[in-house]
């Protein structure tokens, strides 16, 4: 855990916990990670359910919080899913 001190001019000193750098650390037991699908919305299809849960899963393996469009398109693709032509 990295923890700094700030002062400002007339303040006391204020500590917190930089959690930006958090190279090869593990996460704390007990907290999970922080996702942008699964526990925030309630599915209609299961075909959504399905995506969502792709997702998350390909952000967890990759350490991602957010993912590009070619990424998007890959986990897509790994569905099974493809244009019809």
Do not use: C
């Not at 699908?37 to 969502?52: K, M, V």
């Not at 350490?63 to 469009?69: C, G, Q």
């Amino acid at each position: 855990m990295n923890v700094s001190a700030l002062q400002q001019p007339g303040q006391s000193t204020q500590t917190f916990e930089d959690r930006r750098n958090r190279s090869g650390e593990a996460r704390p037991e007990g907290l999970p990670e922080r996702r942008q699908f699964r526990d925030a919305r309630n599915y209609s299809n299961p075909e959504a359910a399905e995506l969502g849960d792709a997702i998350d899963q390909y952000k967890m393996d990759h350490r991602r919080r957010f993912i590009t469009w070619d990424e998007l398109y890959d986990v897509i693709r790994n569905l099974g899913y493809e244009k019809k032509k």
